[in-house]
C-alpha cells in the first residue's frame, strides 16, 4: 500500500467515527505529548526547547506505532519562543524545573493576578486592546505598559515573539504535511478553543480570583466572556480545517462542577459557549471536547447540542455513563486511565477490551489515553493499547 | 474620528481600525482599496498573535 492510500485508509476510517459511523476498524488517535520525545530518546527539555527535536520525535513514533491519527505536536508550548517573550507564567524544563519534568503553568498568587478585580470594565471595552496595553506587559518580564520608556529588551520582545510565532506554526504545517506524506497519517485536529469562563481563570484573574468574582461581581464576569466570545470564536475559525476534516480542539479546564457551582455553569459557562460551538458547526467543523478532569455532572447538558457536532473525550470520567448519555449522539473518544500504563501491559489490554465491549461495538469510538500522554508512560503499554485495539477492535 | 472611539471598531481581527488609519493619509494617489485590504490584512496578524499568546501559549 503506497503511503497515499495508507493515509486515506485512515483518515477514512477517522472520519467514520468522528461522524459516529462504524469504520473497518476502530481508530486509534493517542494525544502522546513527552511519550513521543522519550520514544525519541530527547529530554522533555530537548523536545521543548527545540521544536525540530519534537518534530523528529513526532515522525518516528508514527513510523513505528500503527496510529490512524496524531496531534501535530502536543509538547504544544514552544519555550524557547516563550523564553524570548519573556512570559512569567512557565516553568520550563532545563531552567526552572528538572529537564526530564514536562513544561508546567504557574498562577499567580491572587493578589498579583494578571488582570485585577476592578479591571473588568476596561477588558469589556476593549479586549484586544486590554490584552496589549494591561495584560500583555503584565506576564511579560520584558514588554513595557503604556507610558514607560521603551527599551531595546521591549522592542526585541515582541519581534521575537511574533517572528517566532510564524516560524511555529510554519513548521506545524511541515508536520502535518509530514505525517502525511512520509507516515501515512493524519493530522488529528485543527484550530483552537477554550471557553470564555476558563480563559477568564487560566490566563487573566487566576482560578481563585475567577471563583472569588464569581461570588462578587457574577455579573461582570458574565459580560467578560460575552466580549471575547466573538474572538475565540475567529480564533477557532481561524485555525480550523478548510477541508471540514478533522476537529477544532476545546480544552476544557476547570468550569466544571465541583470546581464552579451548577449555576455557574449554567448561567455563565454554557450560555458563553454553546453559541461558539454551534457556529463552528454552521461552518462545518465538528468540535472535540477534550474533557480534562471528569465532566460527568454535564452530559445531559452536552446533550443540547447538534447531533454529531462534537466529539466527546473522556479522562477521569466514566466513558460508559457517557456512551449511554452521549452515545445516541456523538462520537466518543479515550477513557483509558494514564496510570495503567505504570502498569503492566496485559492490564491495559484487559482495560481497552472492556472500553471496546462497553461503548465501541456500534462504531463512533476512537482509542486513546484519558490525559495527554507524557514520559511516565511505560512504551511497552502503550504498545500494547496500540496491539490490542487492532487484534480486538475489527468490525 | 477620535482616538476614543477607536474600541467601537474593535471587532476581531482588528487593532488599529482602517477607519482610523485613514484619517492619517491626505488623499490616496492610487487605490485605495489595495491599501486598506492590505492594512487590514497585517493589522489582523497582529490581532492573531496577541490572542495565540492567550489562548495557546
Known amino acids: 500500500m503506497s503511503k497515499d492510500e495508507l493515509y486515506q485508509s485512515r483518515l477514512k476510517r477517522y472520519v467514520t467515527a468522528m461522524r459516529n459511523g462504524k469504520p473497518d476498524m476502530i481508530p486509534i488517535r493517542p494525544f502522546v505529548a513527552e511519550f513521543a520525545s522519550k520514544y525519541a530518546g530527547f529530554t522533555a527539555q530537548e523536545a521543548t526547547h527545540d521544536y525540530h527535536n519534537a518534530i523528529i520525535a513526532y515522525l518516528k513514533c508514527a513510523q513505528d506505532f500503527d496510529w490512524d491519527a496524531l496531534p501535530a505536536n502536543m509538547i504544544y508550548c514552544w519555550t524557547g519562543m516563550v523564553q524570548a517573550m519573556g512570559l512569567r507564567y512557565y516553568g520550563i524544563p532545563g531552567i ?6 514536562g513544561f508546567q503553568y504557574k498562577e499567580p498568587s491572587e493578589d498579583k493576578a494578571f488582570m485585577q478585580p476592578d479591571e473588568y470594565d476596561q477588558l469589556i471595552a476593549d479586549p484586544t486592546g486590554y490584552l496589549f496595553n494591561v495584560w500583555f506587559p503584565r506576564v511579560s518580564s520584558e514588554v513595557k505598559p503604556l507610558g514607560e520608556p521603551v527599551t531595546e529588551r521591549h522592542n526585541l520582545a515582541l519581534l521575537k515573539g511574533g517572528m517566532a510565532m510564524m516560524e511555529y506554526f510554519d513548521a506545524l504545517g511541515g508536520l502535518a504535511n509530514s505525517l502525511r506524506t512520509e507516515c501515512g497519517v493524519v493530522s488529528a485536529i485543527s484550530g483552537i478553543l477554550k471557553a470564555p469562563l476558563d480563559i477568564l481563570a487560566d490566563k487573566l484573574r487566576g482560578y481563585y480570583g475567577l471563583v472569588s468574582d464569581l461570588h462578587t461581581q457574577p455579573d461582570k464576569v458574565l459580560a467578560a466572556c460575552e466580549a471575547v466570545m466573538p474572538h475565540l470564536l475567529q480564533v477557532a475559525l481561524d485555525g480550523a480545517d478548510p477541508q471540514k476534516n478533522v476537529p477544532v480542539a476545546f480544552w476544557m479546564h476547570r468550569s466544571c462542577v465541583p470546581l464552579i457551582t451548577p449555576e455557574h455553569f449554567k448561567n455563565i459557562f454554557w450560555p458563553t459557549l454553546k453559541p461558539i460551538v454551534e457556529e463552528i458547526w454552521k461552518h462545518g467543523n465538528q468540535v472535540l471536547f477534550y474533557a480534562e478532569g471528569n465532566w460527568d455532572f454535564h452530559l445531559e447538558t452536552f446533550r443540547e447540542l447538534p447531533a454529531g457536532s462534537i466529539v466527546y473525550h473522556v479522562d477521569r470520567g466514566d466513558i460508559f455513563k457517557a456512551h449511554q448519555v452521549l452515545g445516541d449522539k456523538f462520537c466518543l473518544s479515550g477513557g483509558i486511565p494514564n496510570d495503567l500504563f505504570h502498569r503492566e501491559p496485559e492490564e491495559v489490554k484487559t482495560y481497552c477490551k472492556k472500553v471496546i465491549d462497553g461503548v465501541a461495538r456500534n462504531g463512533g469510538y476512537i482509542m486513546d489515553a484519558g490525559a495527554i500522554i507524557q514520559n511516565d508512560a511505560r512504551i511497552d503499554c502503550i504498545r500494547a493499547m496500540t496491539d490490542v485495539t487492532r487484534e480486538y477492535g475489527q468490525y | 474620528m477620535e482616538e476614543k472611539n477607536r474600541s467601537l471598531l ?9 477607519e482610523l488609519q485613514k484619517q492619517r493619509i491626505p488623499q490616496f494617489s492610487g487605490d485605495e482599496k489595495i491599501i486598506q485590504e492590505v492594512w487590514e490584512h497585517i493589522d489582523k496578524l497582529a490581532w ?8 495557546s501559549f
Open chain 1, 96 to 101: 526552572d524545573i528538572p529537564p526530564d519534568v
Open chain 2, 10 to 18: 474593535k471587532r476581531p481581527g482588528v487593532n488599529l481600525p482602517w
Open chain 2, 48 to 55: 492573531t498573535f496577541i490572542w495565540h499568546v492567550l489562548v
